[in-house]
């Protein structure tokens, strides 16, 4: 129980990072970090945290549509996975069947907190208008920990309940049906195919695509490992960044330039 409460706080924090300091706590990668940590797995928590990296690449809110949480499916998932205690593949592939429902459920409570959200909203409104403003803060903190507790309770429930039923659960799809977990695990799979596919997309984004057949020409061609693909990239990117910013301030420079001062409004003022 002491590690269901832990993973509940856990995914707490990481809704307070979705909606606060974006510090990337909330990425599936990241979020089943703390899982490793929790559970004392780093080596399977990290492989399917970065599983469903992979297969929630594309998830993003858009507008006024509300994604499937991600935060919970992967901590349940990882959570859930790593207590299973097979191998790695189908630790993985449990992991991924659990997620997706779990995100799915959350889904739903995330939609019903931000509609109910609304009436903190109001009450922070009316203190505002009397000019009380200390007072408006612990309206603010009751929709935050809102938000924190659609994500702490049910991976509580599903971490500290489901951890007595996972061991039969398992037992029983491993001997009754094992096309089950094979099914899984072949989706599980093509999941990161899926995530980089819509990657990929992305790169056809303005001239980014010269950027995908560098790494491609450097992998293939040159024969230079992953982490020397990655660091060109990071000092690419930064020379890419220096250069953007370089020629906004040179655009905006004359603008500055022709705009009247304070000082020469002041010398005509009469």
């Not at 269901?4 to 856990?10: E, G, N, V």
């Not at 509609?115 to 109001?122: A, S, V, Y």
């Not at 450097?218 to 693909?229: D, E, H, N, R």
Request: aromatic residues 10%; negative net charge.
């Amino acid at each position: 129980m002491l590690q269901a409460l832990l993973l509940a706080i856990w995914a707490g924090l990481c809704t307070w990072d979705q909606y606060g300091p974006h510090l990337g706590f909330r990425k599936p990668l990241l979020a089943s970090v703390g899982v490793g940590v929790i559970m004392g797995d780093m080596t399977t928590a990290i492989i399917i945290g970065a599983t469903m990296e992979l297969m929630w690449l594309g998830v993003n809110n858009i507008g006024a549509y509300v994604p499937p949480d991600v935060i919970s499916g992967t901590i349940v998932g990882a959570a859930l996975g790593i207590m299973s205690g097979g191998d790695v593949a189908s630790d993985t592939a449990l992991a991924v069947a659990i997620g997706i429902p779990t995100a799915t459920l959350v889904q739903q409570l995330n939609i019903l907190v931000m509609t109910t959200n609304i009436t903190w909203l109001h009450k922070a409104d009316k203190v505002a208008l009397t000019g009380d403003f200390d007072a408006v803060n612990p309206w603010f903190w009751c929709g935050a920990w809102s938000f924190f507790a659609t994500r702490a309770i049910p991976t509580f429930i599903a971490c500290g309940i489901g951890s007595f039923v996972i061991e039969d659960i398992m037992n029983f799809l491993e001997n009754s049906v094992p096309w089950v977990l094979s099914g899984f695990s072949t989706a599980g799979g093509m999941m990161p195919a899926v995530g980089l596919a819509m990657l990929l997309t992305m790169m056809l984004k303005g001239n980014m695509w010269i950027f995908l057949i560098a790494g491609f020409v450097m992998s293939a061609y040159l024969g230079v490992p992953t982490m020397g693909i990655a660091l060109v990239a990071v000092a690419v990117a930064g020379f890419y960044d220096y250069v953007s910013e370089s020629q906004k301030k040179a655009a905006a420079q004359p603008a500055l330039e022709a705009s009247p001062s304070a000082d020469d409004d002041e010398e005509y003022d009469l």
